[in-house]
């Protein structure tokens, strides 16, 4: 997508389609006066006759306005006068806004200066604009012979301040929030572990990344028990893969590491039948790593980061691991595997122990669709989030409240740890039927030594709907790429 500034009149923009505002009053933007005075009060005489209310993201659309430029022109409802919307509202308008520009091929002019504030200035409602764009104009289509992609907007000419920095970077996030919801929707019968590996590869060729990708057996040898316990009992080999990105010479990196489990029945403590479909999505962790690192690629900043995808399938087949069984990590930990769905930790642990010893990286966020407990307890709105390093708590939670990608933090006290108390191993790798998400979060701590260290539990918000609305969410893309962004700062 291509992006332009314009300072001038509103009504002269050429453009396809042009975007201005109004507020509940019936107040226009100073935008909305332009155009309604090049085209003899059109946008007020649909204020007069009640057509165009204001009410927050509302809208209407007026055609081949004399003395106007653009060929149609959207009036998108800004809500209460003066108001400094907060996350939700503000979406709002942003989604109207991309819903009334998307599916046309062509190009847009946006206003929204009358809807800045000190806490909303015009580079924030940029950003979230042209994420909005890329979410109304995904499609999934891979699997759906005969469809096509909708046509895409071919660029957007800002109308205010000079924020090409801001359009740019959203574009890139919006670019891979989108690949991350490809690789979350495609089915599991071709989203395997050896499919993201093919998908990593490619994109570490294309971008110029180094990419090593160590197959089950591999781990085996190498000791990662915890990981093969899971990956040994699909026909489908699991695998490893790291990627690393260098845009700042010899520094220490910052480590990602995603969750890839491409399917889980929940191994021999199975799970119910009733959506399990949706398992396929237990990958999503993965996808977000792979998401981000796209956007790396695309803006190519000055910051070093390392990224482990984990990946396996969790099936109950006659070589799976069996609740009682033992195993030994990577780090010469002992697990109980008290239940065999408790599986995304167990891949996860010895992707940590391999990437800390390995990279010695500045900080380690590990990002999964872990437990059902966190779902409960955050529903689809928040991810969680663990650790006891206030300072990379406080990193990623305003990345998240900037992207309206949030988090939430929960507790992960040396209390609970207890609970993973076994008689049989160093550790269980669950702790009972409470405290369900910090249990697994205090699991993963185990493993991260004295590295900076935060767990992101993404079981809520990772996908949603049903029917033709189900479909992968992309996130945390967002956050991620912009906390790692605010690093360099």
């Given at each position: ?215 089950e057996k591999e781990m085996e040898e190498m000791g990662a028990g915890a990981f093969y316990s899971v990956s040994k009992g699909s026909s489908e080999p699991g695998k490893v893969i790291i990627m690393e990105y260098k845009g ?193 979060a205090c699991f993963l701590s185990r493993f991260t030594q004295d590295t900076r260290w935060a767990h992101v539990d993404i079981a809520g918000p990772a996908w949603g709907g049903d029917g033709t609305s189900k479909g992968a ?17």
């Amino acid at each position: 997508m291509e992006f332009q500034i314009y300072t001038g009149n509103a009504a002269a923009v050429t453009t396809d389609t042009l975007v201005v505002t109004i507020d509940a009053d019936g107040a226009l933007s100073e935008a909305a006066k332009a155009v309604d005075a090049a085209s003899g009060g059109a946008i007020q005489a649909r204020v007069d006759a009640k057509d165009a209310s204001g009410a927050l993201g509302s809208s209407i659309t007026l055609y081949g306005l004399s003395g106007v430029s653009a060929d149609r022109v959207v009036v998108i409802g800004a809500g209460e006068a003066n108001a400094t919307l907060n996350a939700v509202e503000a979406n709002k308008v942003v989604t109207a806004t991309a819903k009334a520009i998307s599916g046309k091929a062509g190009t847009a002019a946006i206003d929204l200066t009358a809807l800045t504030s000190a806490n909303r200035p015009q580079a924030w409602w940029a950003e979230q604009l042209v994420l909005a764009v890329h979410s109304a104009e995904y499609k999934f289509i891979a699997t759906l012979p005969g469809k096509e992609a909708g046509p895409k907007l071919e660029s957007i000419t800002w109308i205010g301040d000079d924020v090409t920095s801001a359009l740019v970077v959203a574009d890139a996030k919006g670019l891979g929030t989108s690949y991350a919801k490809e690789l979350g929707n495609m089915p599991p019968n071709i989203c395997t572990p050896a499919y993201l590996a093919e998908q990593a590869e490619q994109l570490s060729a294309a971008a110029g990344f180094t990419c090593k990708v160590y197959d089950e057996k591999e781990m085996e040898e190498m000791g990662a028990g915890a990981f093969y316990s899971v990956s040994k009992g699909s026909s489908e080999p699991g695998k490893v893969i790291i990627m690393e990105y260098k845009g700042a010479g010899d520094e220490a990196p910052h480590m990602l590491v995603g969750k890839g489990i491409t399917f889980d029945t929940g191994g021999i403590s199975l799970k119910p039948g009733a959506k399990m479909d949706e398992m396929k999505y237990d990958m999503c962790g993965a996808a977000s790593v792979l998401g981000t690192m796209k956007t790396l690629a695309e803006l190519k900043p000055a910051i070093n980061v390392v990224a482990i995808i984990t990946c396996a399938e969790n099936m109950p087949a006659g070589d799976a691991s069996k609740p009682g069984d033992v195993v030994t990590t990577l780090s010469g930990q002992t697990v109980e595997i008290l239940n065999t769905d408790a599986e995304g930790r167990l891949v996860l642990c010895d992707a940590l122990t391999l990437g800390i010893r390995d990279y010695k990286p500045q900080t380690c966020v590990d990002i999964a669709t872990l437990t059902g407990a966190c779902m409960a307890a955050l529903g689809k709105v928040n991810s969680g989030l663990f650790t006891n390093d206030e300072d990379l708590a406080e990193e990623l939670t305003t990345a998240g409240l900037y992207t309206n990608d949030r988090v939430w933090r929960l507790p992960l006290e040396d209390d609970y740890q207890s609970l993973l108390d076994s008689n049989f191993a160093d550790i269980a790798n669950i702790g009972g039927p409470l405290a369900g998400a910090t249990t697994a979060a205090c699991f993963l701590s185990r493993f991260t030594q004295d590295t900076r260290w935060a767990h992101v539990d993404i079981a809520g918000p990772a996908w949603g709907g049903d029917g033709t609305s189900k479909g992968a969410s992309g996130r945390p893309v967002p956050l991620l790429t912009t906390y790692l962004l605010n690093k360099i700062a």
